[in-house]
């Protein structure tokens, strides 16, 4: 247990690292972070000058309502503004979603994301573990999950670590599997940017048990604005935004978003580059002998060879690379051995492969 606390809880804690280890912040090349890495569209560093010349975005408070950024989230993901509730953040999301829909009990498949559980703890909500078997790929099984009763379900399309993605239709009719059965579906597709076909924020109107987390800070690279939304039906999307504290994103982040969010050239390419990148760096993680797991987001799930110490392995690639993998040992329901890789520009995915293979012939 001790040496799993060792490793930083999340990706990119680059200055923890760099202490730790005495290297230099700027040498360390972070692939623990699944951030795109091409950077912000042009138009976002364009609005966040535009609202810096801007007194009146420093002077006044941002919109309570969040009006601009709502309607903006809604035209791109093809919903109505009423259904969508705005937060500096996944977890404020979620936590006001607890506090709106009152469970007890909730599954939650694992691994996961390790702030699912301490959110439900904070709530004192029980959580039920429901370990996906890495052999049949991490795939959900909607007849295991529905074999006991619980109030609530939490999903995450494309998954994070493993990074499987699940066709909409098995999606879907997991919804309303759960439906049927008066169980609230808390989805996070916090990457299904980089595989939007697959998301389901145009079911929450069909389904009055279906609440979506989404993100755009990963996707267009500005996760320093902190941005996230939830998508449901208009009535619960309106208890959720009452448990929410007032003005949590700040004008100018609303405007950086909206921009963002209006550059289709740039989605379109960070979808098509990704795809491209992440097919090579696979191949070249399964050369080395890794089994590699099938990712429909910006980061690949691998797991070392035999033999290979999964802690020595880690600091030596900080050491020695100065390449920051995320170690995922504290993954609840994850076997050790397993790292995540963000998927980066195509020249930093070959650095990584020369690194990776200089290690462990060691």
């Not at 397993?338 to 690194?355: D, S």
Request: net charge negative; with cysteine; proline share 5%.
């Amino acid at each position: 247990m001790a040496e799993i606390e060792s490793y930083p809880k999340h990706g990119g804690q680059l200055r923890q690292i760099a202490e730790r280890f005495g290297i230099d912040e700027s040498q360390l090349l972070d692939f623990s972070a699944n951030i795109n890495p091409e950077g912000p569209p042009a138009a976002v560093i364009a609005a966040l000058r535009a609202g810096i010349d801007d007194l009146s975005t420093l002077t006044k408070y941002p919109d309570l309502q969040q009006t601009d950024l709502r309607r903006a989230i809604a035209m791109y993901i093809g919903v109505e503004t009423e259904n969508i509730v705005v937060a500096n953040g996944f977890v404020p999301l979620l936590e006001a979603t607890l506090q709106a829909i009152k469970i007890r009990n909730c599954l939650l498949p694992v691994p996961a994301f390790v702030e699912y559980r301490k959110t439900f703890e904070r709530s004192e909500i029980e959580v039920t573990p429901h370990v996906l078997n890495a052999e049949s790929g991490f795939n959900y099984d909607p007849a295991e999950m529905f074999a006991g009763t619980h109030d609530a379900i939490l999903l995450a399309n494309p998954q994070n670590p493993s990074g499987v993605c699940q066709d909409s239709e098995l999606m879907r009719d997991i919804v309303a599997k759960a439906y049927e059965r008066n169980t609230f579906v808390l989805l996070d597709e916090a990457f299904i940017d980089f595989a939007p076909q697959h998301s389901l924020t145009s079911a929450t109107d069909d389904f009055s048990n279906l609440i979506v987390f989404r993100s755009v800070t990963k996707f267009y690279g500005i996760p320093g604005l902190r941005v996230a939304y939830a998508v449901a039906n208009s009535v619960l999307a309106s208890s959720i935004n009452d448990n929410l504290a007032p003005w949590p994103i700040t004008t100018l982040a609303s405007r950086a978003v909206c921009a963002a969010l209006a550059d289709k050239i740039y989605a379109g390419r960070t979808i098509n580059e990704n795809l491209h990148r992440k097919a090579a760096f696979e191949g070249a993680l399964k050369s080395l002998g890794f089994t590699v797991y099938p990712s429909g987001a910006n980061f690949l799930l691998f797991r070392l060879t035999t033999g290979v110490d999964p802690k020595h392995f880690w600091e030596q690639m900080i050491l020695d690379q100065h390449i920051v993998l995320r170690n995922c040992a504290n993954y609840e329901g994850l076997n050790p051995g397993h790292f995540r890789a963000a998927v980066r520009t195509q020249e930093e995915n070959t650095r990584l492969q020369k690194a990776l293979k200089d290690t462990i012939s060691r």
